[in-house]
């Protein structure tokens, strides 16, 4: 006699497991940041370009032609500010005016403000209480040929949400210069600080050329800045100790920059998990009167 009994399979009491792994994945990225925001600002002949910071990347100009009655002269000025989202992050401006024989504002500024943590993805090994970053950050700016030109730029990280351009705790460096003639300053390096895992950091990197002159100058600025975490700089710390940072710890960034590799490997892992839990079927087990079983697959 063969008599036919449904069990509840391994894989249906997977489902838990399943969607408890999608809702640790999330959770192992719970650093709750804010979008990054552009922000810049232009001005042509004195007049302002109305520019509203918008989370997302941008590329201003402004052009004006100005006249002065006296003499018939006449000439340009013009501005730009661009920000770009990714990594790394990236901020440029220009700004230029022709022969005026009066003060005329051409200024570009550009920024990008956003917010930086290290969020933890699991238990690691060891306690670790502050986790290595590496920042590589970059500059130019570049002036001529007027006397008096001044602009400057920077990246900026601090453990506190402050004034963009001082006290950052963490991390700063700046470009500055101005020029009797053509100038240029930078900046081009790698560092490596120490950032608390979970912990919501804020930075801002920038460029600007800002002048109300008269004569015929022109001014180039530009800085970037990309985050990645430090594994030699770990190692030489813990020695036989160490491990793979990449395994517990990435580096994360306001949502709308590009995600870091951990966090689209976790994303697919979660998919991963959930195909394989939607592609296990339940099955039935028949007993026979010799106490053997044999397993059949549900009908559709």
């Known amino acids: 006699m063969i008599s036919t009994r449904w069990a509840l399979p391994i894989s249906a009491l997977a489902w838990p497991a399943c969607f408890a792994l999608l809702l640790g994945t999330g959770a192992a990225r719970a650093v709750l940041l804010s979008d990054a925001t552009s922000i810049t600002s232009l001005m042509c002949v004195s007049v302002m370009e109305p520019i509203d910071p918008i989370a997302a990347p941008v590329d201003y100009s402004c052009d004006r032609l100005w006249f002065y009655p006296i003499g018939n002269l006449s000439g340009a000025s013009r501005a730009d500010a661009s920000t770009g989202f990714g990594d790394p992050l990236t901020v440029s401006v220009h700004a230029e005016n022709s022969d005026s024989p009066q003060p005329i504002s051409t200024n570009a500024a550009s920024r990008i ?3 930086l943590a290290v969020a933890q993805l699991a238990t690691p090994p060891v306690n670790v209480n502050a986790v290595p ?3 590589s950050t970059a500059g130019t700016v570049t002036v001529a040929p007027l006397a008096g030109l001044v602009a400057g730029g920077g990246t900026f990280v601090s453990s506190t949400e402050n004034n963009p351009f001082s006290n950052a705790d963490v991390f700063a460096h700046t470009m500055r210069t101005n020029s009797p003639f053509a100038l240029t300053d930078g900046y081009d390096i790698v560092q490596t600080i120490d950032l608390t895992p979970d912990h919501v950091y804020f930075g801002n990197v920038h460029a600007g050329c800002n002048f109300t002159l008269k004569g015929l100058w022109a001014c180039n600025g530009d800085a970037t800045v990309s985050f990645h975490l430090d594994q030699a700089a770990f190692d030489d710390r813990m020695g036989g100790n160490s491990f793979d940072l990449s395994q517990y710890f990435a580096v994360q960034e306001s949502p709308n920059l590009v995600p870091e590799p ?9 998919l991963v998990a959930l195909a394989g839990c939607v592609r296990a079927r339940p099955r039935a087990i028949e007993v026979t009167s010799t106490g053997r079983s044999a397993a059949r697959a549900e009908s559709a």
């Open 133 to 135: 970053v590496s920042i």
């Open 113 to 115: 403000k956003f917010q």
């Open 262 to 270: 951990a966090a689209a490997l976790l994303g697919l892992s979660a």
